[in-house]
Structure formats: C-alpha cells, structure tokens
C-alpha cells in the first residue's frame, strides 16, 4: 500500500511502501506539483532505491532553480537510509520527533 | 522450519514477497527491527534479476530460513549470465546531485545493510545468500 497526496500547496504527505512497484506514481505525482515542496514522511514505512531515486530526481528540479527538496518527520529507518545513501547531505532533513 | 515462493519475473510480485516474507518473520517470531532492512535486500535483488536477465523465463525462487537473531534469505535465478552485485563499482555517496546518475545505489545499499553475503554461480544458475540479524550495523 502507498498513498500520496497534498493536502496544502507545497505540502506532499507519503504514507505506506514506495517501492519499485509504486515509485512511477510518487514520481508522476511529484512531477506536478509546482514550486518548493516539503515532504512529510511520518506515514512512510519502507523505501527502496526505486523511490530514493523519485526524491532525487525532484530534488535536481528544485534545484536547477536554486531550490532543495524539504523532507519532514522522517522516521529512524528511513532516516538510515537517507545517511547511508549520502542524500543527507542533498536534502533538508527534519527527523521525526 | 524454510519459507520457499517461486515468483514470476515481475515487479508486481514484490507485494507477493513482501506478504510471504512478513508472514513468515511473524510465525517465526523474527525481530520486527531487522524487517526493512531485509525487504529492502531481498527488492533490490530481486528487480536487479528481472531487469538484468531478460533472456530467461524461468521464475525466481526464493527462500528464507531463521538463523540465531535473525534470517538468512536465498535468491536462486536460473538461465542466466554471471552477475556477482559485488563486483560492480561502488557508488560515491559524497557526489552533489547533479553528478549522481541513476543506478547503482540499491545493490551498494543491500551491501551496507545485510550481514553476509554470498554469490555462487554454476550451470548457468545464480545464487545470492545473504543474512540479517538483530546486531549493529557495521556502517
């Protein structure tokens, strides 16, 4: 299960799996909204490289205009993953409380 | 006690696996802490064989047995050329984003995060073991 939504301009929430099999929905999704975007991931339970590449991919559109992707209450698992795969060092990052 | 499931070269059998997978660490009683780091490995493996090796139609086996704080997982692909993900260059986490390409960072990541891993090739068939227990990452 994965859901995606933005239930406020600029806000985008995840929830459930962004695996290989719903990365193309998260990626078409993001694709649309417009300008500077914060994710909040507290609902996100998994993610493989598949999704890790969606985040990517919407980070360097920020970026060619001089923005940066904002990811939000990430939680620990997710958060080892974000280190390990050096996007700590590419995102804004607020870990989950 | 061995969990096995055959699974058609699909994506769409990651949902398949995944429900196996659970059910079966539930029964086993496998420590929830060590679940995503073995999804994540047993993904990325998993999609490398279907995306890599299209020249075969032969399901991919996999199975997965307890070992003390954790499991040990085996990915079987038959038909198939030698590909060891351990012999693909190492993906350069410190790179900006905009040098980073795709491909690459899920087989450096299941690395990283699994405990051991083996690759064994014979008759034309891949085998990939990895396992995973309750101890701290060696990162």
């Avoid at chain 1, 500077?36 to 060619?64: C, M, N, W």
């Avoid at chain 2, 999804?39 to 047995?65: C, G, H, P, Q, R």
Wanted: with cysteine.
């Amino acid at each position: 299960m994965f859901e995606i939504e933005s239930p406020v301009a600029g806000h985008v929430l995840m929830r459930g799996r962004l695996d290989a099999v719903q990365a193309p929905k998260a990626e078409a999704f993001l694709d649309a909204v417009k300008g500077e975007i914060v994710i909040d991931l507290s609902g996100l339970e998994y993610i493989s490289s598949a999704g890790l590449g969606v985040l990517l991919r919407k980070h360097k559109q920020l970026s060619t205009k001089g923005g940066a992707l904002q990811v939000v209450k990430v939680t620990p698992h997710i958060s080892d993953i974000f280190k390990y795969s050096g996007f700590d060092r590419l995102f804004k990052i607020e870990k989950a409380s | 006690m061995i969990m096995k499931l055959k699974c058609a070269r699909n994506i769409a059998e990651l949902a398949r696996i995944v429900a196996a997978t659970h059910a079966f660490c539930e029964e086993q009683g496998v420590v929830n802490e060590i679940w995503p780091d073995v999804d994540f490995a047993i993904e990325e493996l998993f999609v490398n064989m279907v995306k890599y090796n299209k020249d075969t139609v032969s399901e991919i086996e996999i199975s997965m047995t307890t070992v003390p704080g954790g499991v040990s997982v085996t990915l079987i692909d038959h038909n198939v050329d030698r590909f060891d993900p351990r012999e693909r260059a190492p993906v350069d986490v410190t790179l900006p984003a905009a040098q980073r390409k795709p491909g690459g960072l899920g087989v450096f990541l299941t690395l990283k995060l699994v405990d051991s891993f083996s690759y064994d090739y014979h008759d034309r068939t891949s085998t990939i073991t990895f396992s995973k227990r309750r101890e701290a990452r060696d990162v």
